[in-house]
């Protein structure tokens, strides 16, 4: 099925938005992770400063895919509705149905388009649909650093360190 998108004609009002997000999470990792180093030596608080560290690995995640033109946002029962009244109020049958759920969101190159799709992961839970997300997003900026300008031995280089990552 054909991905709905969101055409705002417009790069600055996406552009603003996306700044927003990326600071959002930024701001989100490094708060999640400032006490960590101190907490993990207290075998009290370990669990939730385990805890901690995923999250603000999350965080930092959502701030690096959204960098890439690409991220993961989760549409409420609220949204869609919204959604669907104003392609109602404009005639506009959307190609797929719009439910609640994580979706994956697609910047086009000229940062005036969006395309979404439902995301999913085998286990069907929100952060596995995410973690999805990101490392195929990851893949592929690896493989695209590999056939870019960079010199070959620096290219790989970018690759490998990529790659250790997922």
């Known amino acids: 099925p054909k991905s709905p998108m969101l055409d705002f004609r417009w790069p600055r009002p996406i552009a603003a938005a996306l700044a927003s997000d990326c600071n959002r999470f930024s701001c989100a ?18 669990p939730w400063t385990f805890i901690k560290l995923y999250y603000a690995a999350f965080y930092a995640a959502h701030a690096l895919v959204r960098t890439l033109g690409e991220g993961c946002s989760f549409f409420y029962k609220r949204h869609t509705d919204r959604i669907a009244v104003v392609a109602d109020a ?25 395309t979404y799709n439902k995301a999913a992961s085998s286990s069907g839970g929100t952060h596995e649909a995410f973690w999805l997300v990101f490392g195929n ?9 590999l ?4 010199p070959t031995a620096d290219a790989q280089t970018v690759y490998a360190q990529i790659d250790q990552m997922l």
């Open 90 to 114: 404009n005639g506009f049958l959307p190609p797929v149905r719009i439910d609640a759920g994580l979706y994956r969101c697609v910047l086009n190159g000229t940062a005036s388009t969006i």
């Open 29 to 46: 990792a490094f708060q999640s992770v400032a006490e960590v180093s101190s907490e993990m030596e207290k075998r009290d608080s370990f």
């Open 147 to 150: 056939v870019g300008p960079l």
């Open 137 to 145: 997003k990851l893949r592929s900026v690896a493989d695209a650093i």
